[in-house]
């Protein structure tokens, strides 16, 4: 019998911006629903891609005076890049720059054309390039869109438009009739009410942009971005370009993930163009919550955007699956911060699962000749337990509540720990010897318990678990069934999982990141190979409020001369450097340039140097003073005279 199919997608991505960590929260959900979706023998298909056209694109292209398909390009690569970072299982990754995808565009114009629903006007009203949508001058808010205070500029073009309006009834008919389909419950209400509100007809084409999917017959006009990026989830199926199987076998998807912003597009916009096409709709969208930072909305104007490559080049990406699944209820907000990741990486992952597995196997190595117990057992409290906590997970994992899936895998560890205190194999075996039954039933229970907990956090933690199993002696993909465990195998190799992080470390080295001028705007990845051109300054990536000259004059800024650097130990990025600024003695300073930087080539280099600043201790070490440099994507670009200046020579 056919297996039940299972299509999931995440949004499209726009490529005018590299990925942060609420970009990658929406794959790493989608990857973790359908890791599971696989196991639990559903015929999964998942898809991810980007977005690359219109208003937005178009004109971060120009600023950068690069043309906006080599600038897709080379955001694309940093996302298959990033997702095969973090072992992301897509089958399909779709760009809107695909022939296929033109192919199915127009296909769907074809469709509703056919259906009456497309006429030609004239459009005048107001357009958030930001949002790329359009808004009726009631629904602005102070003169910018509503939906996340963009400015807005008055547009008034011939234009092609959807017959939206004759959707408002057949819609509420439909969400009366799938209250599953927009999930949570909270997202249903807000999209009925917005769709009783009333519908007006839609701007479906753009003539004063040449950036996007020529409209079919009538190369003035290009395809409205969102007909174009919905068109996604069927155009990487086939659909248009003649081969249809995959259409046939996949569509209707049964979950579109999506954030909350971009919710209306899916539930109100998609539903009524597949209606008017005449196609099924699909099974279920999901809005999820926003990730801020430090409580606050994370943007590029504010500079506090939390970019996910530093977290897992430190931290490995299961820790940052780990995190994003944990610390989110999924659909409501959450907040990233550093000591929030920090502290729930040492005290779930180093100490809960790290420390958990560490005892036992420790354990089961000491007693049992490096192999798993010679007998299995079959009679134990942590069996019940078990068998308890794999119901629950299931549970909560159907329902898309992963937080509260692995807080169940966590209580199995802690049901772990307090069975060995309890049992204290090390009595049995000093009194009763290692080969006793009871020692080797006591050790069973513990490592079979460890099993099925690398199973359930398989979805999340794919590495992970595979290291884990390894360790166990057991096989990947095995049954969440007790007994899966095979008696007297050898057991892996040692290793901790996690390895504890060093907070004081951390914050010394975030500190020096922070210490640094306010960061341009997202900086412009380099296209083939060429060094990235200068962005466009952003005017609030500059300190919102203006300084008098006179402020600026009390930072005291003189050109020095590295007469040492060394690195400071156990730190990736710290160097302390000696630097002579004119003064009698040299000055110690320590700055975070290490990971692009070798000591030996800053002997005998000019650096920038704000003299007067208060010292601070980095990692141990005193700093007198901090050094300047570019930050490109985190990455320091010393800053120097140009001409060698006597040491001490003033910056003004
Ligand atoms: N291109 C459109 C989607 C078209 S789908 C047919 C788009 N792209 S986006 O790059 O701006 O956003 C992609 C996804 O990232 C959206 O689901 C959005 O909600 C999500 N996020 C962007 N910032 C976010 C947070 N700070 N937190 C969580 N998710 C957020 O919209």
Not at 351 to 375: C, H, I, K, Q, W
Not at 634 to 652: I, Q, R, W, Y
Request: hydrophobic share 40%; aromatic share 10%.
């Amino acid at each position: 019998m056919a297996r039940e199919t299972f299509y999931i997608t995440t949004p499209i991505y726009y490529v005018n911006d590299l990925p942060h960590i609420g970009h990658i929260y929406t794959t790493v959900v989608a990857d973790t629903i359908a890791r599971y979706k696989r196991m639990r023998g559903f015929d999964v298909r998942f898809l991810t891609g980007t977005d690359e056209h219109g208003q937005k694109m178009e004109r971060s292209a120009r600023a950068r005076g690069v043309e906006p398909k080599a600038l897709a390009d080379e955001v694309v690569r940093r996302y298959h890049e990033l997702w095969r970072r973090l072992e992301i299982t897509h089958d399909d990754f779709i760009r809107t720059t695909d022939a296929r995808h033109r192919a199915g565009v127009h296909a769907m114009i074809a469709r509703m054309q056919a259906g009456g629903d497309i006429y030609k006007g004239s459009y005048e009203g107001w357009y958030c390039s930001g949002c790329e949508a359009f808004f009726p001058e009631t629904q602005l808010v102070n003169g910018t869109c509503p939906d996340q205070g963009h400015p807005v500029e008055r547009l008034q073009e011939e234009s092609y438009f959807f017959r939206l309006s004759a959707y408002q009834e057949p819609l509420l008919a439909f969400y009366r009739e799938h209250p599953e389909f927009i999930r949570p419950a909270t997202r249903y209400n807000e999209v009925v009410r917005f769709v009783e509100g009333g519908l007006k007809d839609l701007s479906i084409s753009r003539a004063t942009i040449s950036w996007g999917i020529p409209w079919p017959g009538d190369p003035e006009h290009v395809v409205y971005v969102w007909l174009d990026a919905l068109t996604n989830y069927i155009s990487a199926l086939g659909f248009g370009s003649g081969d249809t199987e995959l259409y046939e076998r996949y569509w209707p998807a049964a979950l579109h993930l999506v954030g909350k912003d971009i919710l209306r597009f899916h539930c109100v916009y998609w539903p009524a163009f597949l209606m008017s096409a005449g196609l099924p709709l699909p099974r279920q969208v999901f809005g999820h919550g926003w990730w801020l930072r430090d409580e606050r909305k994370m943007s590029k104007s504010l500079g506090n955007v939390v970019r996910p490559d530093a977290l897992i080049e430190r931290f490995g990406p299961d820790a940052v699956r780990y995190f994003l699944l944990r610390e989110m209820t999924f659909g409501q907000d959450a907040s990233f911060s550093d000591e929030g990741f920090l502290a729930r990486y040492n005290a779930d992952l180093a100490n809960g699962l790290g420390n958990a597995a560490s005892r036992v196997l420790a354990m089961a190595r000491r007693y049992g000749d490096g192999r798993t117990p010679v007998e299995a057992c079959d009679d134990s409290v942590l069996r019940t337990k078990a068998g308890e906590i794999v119901g629950r997970w299931r549970e909560t994992m159907d329902a898309f509540e992963f937080h509260r899936a692995l807080e169940a895998v966590w209580e199995l560890l802690a049901a772990v720990d307090a069975y060995v205190n309890e049992k204290a194999p090390w009595a049995i075996a000093k009194a009763e010897g290692v080969s006793s039954p009871r020692l080797q039933h006591v050790l069973y229970n513990c490592l079979e318990s460890l099993r099925l907990a690398a199973v359930m956090v398989s979805p999340v933690m794919p590495a992970m678990s595979a290291r884990l199993l390894a360790q166990l002696g057991a096989a990947e993909g095995g049954a969440l069934e007790w007994g899966g465990l095979a008696t007297s195998r050898p057991l892996g190799e040692e290793g901790a999982l996690f390895p504890r992080a060093d907070v004081e470390a951390y914050f010394a080295e975030v500190k020096v990141d922070e210490n640094k001028p306010v960061q341009p705007a997202t900086p412009v990845p380099a296209v083939g190979g060429a060094p990235a051109p200068t962005p466009a300054p952003a005017p609030q990536a500059v300190a919102a409020e203006p300084i008098g000259i006179d402020e600026f004059a009390r930072v005291k800024l003189v050109v020095g001369t590295v007469k040492t650097a060394e690195r400071v130990p156990k730190s990736k990025k710290l160097v302390r450097l000696e630097v002579d600024l004119g003064e009698p003695a040299l000055r110690q300073i320590v700055g975070g340039i290490g990971d692009r930087y070798q000591p030996e080539q800053l002997l005998g280099r000019q650096i920038v140097v704000v003299a007067n600043l208060k010292p601070a201790v980095l990692m141990g070490v005193e700093s007198r003073g901090m050094l300047l440099a570019a930050s490109l994507d985190g990455a320091p670009f010393l800053l120097a005279p140009d001409g060698e200046v006597p040491p001490g020579t003033g910056v003004k």
